[in-house]
């Protein structure tokens, strides 16, 4: 995927999450995910991104 069309994507998605509205983004947000993981492959880069997000936003709260 180019920058350009990252971009987009992610442009879409928070239009997306805008239009269902703050009480049901989490579910539109697990709904892709689980979209994506099902184009993987293998589970292991899946698992990796998971924990390194996890551990990210665990890091970014200890932080302050």
Do not use: F, H, K, W
Request: proline share 3%; glycine share 4%; net charge negative.
């Amino acid at each position: 995927m180019t920058d350009a069309e990252l971009d987009i994507s992610y442009t879409a998605l928070c239009n997306a999450l805008d239009a269902v509205g703050p009480q049901r983004s989490e579910l539109m947000l697990s709904m892709v995910c689980v979209a994506l993981m099902a184009r993987s492959d293998q589970a292991a880069p899946v698992l990796e991104l998971i924990a390194r997000s996890q551990q990210r936003l665990q890091d970014e709260a200890a932080d302050g």
